[in-house]
């Protein structure tokens, strides 16, 4: 059974760095697309990064270009999510999603992705 568990969010004042980790379990994270999604309060759910290995395929949201990484470990099976020069803006509950298609990373919509962890809660003081 597919299962995703985030980690490392946390409360951090402007300019901090974060990473994030999700462990993942019931698949490869090598032949699955993964991806990072962000919710803050009042706002849709957002894509602000996404991987698939068996492309090389790798992307950002414009607003966290240049500032996040997301990167993997495959003898750990868990996807990254390095964190650094946050703004109060990225404050939001940051959730790890997967999906086994690699179409999921061609169009990286909430609705593309059929799991997801539980979330873990980034804030940032201005």
């Known amino acids: 059974q597919v299962r995703l568990v985030e980690s490392g969010g946390d409360s951090v004042q402007t300019g901090g760095s974060l990473r994030l980790a999700c462990a993942a379990s019931g698949y490869s994270i090598r032949t699955y697309c993964v991806a990072w999604f962000r919710q803050a309060p009042g706002k849709e759910r957002e894509a602000v990064a996404h991987r698939y290995d068996g492309t090389g395929s790798t992307d950002y949201d414009g607003s966290v270009k240049g500032r996040f990484t997301i990167s993997q470990d495959n003898a750990k099976n868990t996807v990254y999510l390095q964190m650094n020069s946050l703004k109060p803006e990225d404050t939001a509950m940051y959730y790890c999603?997967?999906?086994?298609?690699?179409?999921?990373?061609?169009?990286?919509?909430?609705?593309?992705?059929?799991?997801w962890g539980q979330g873990t809660q980034v804030t940032v003081s201005s």
């Open positions: 999603a997967a999906d086994v298609t690699a179409y999921a990373c061609a169009s990286v919509r909430s609705k593309n992705f059929a799991y």
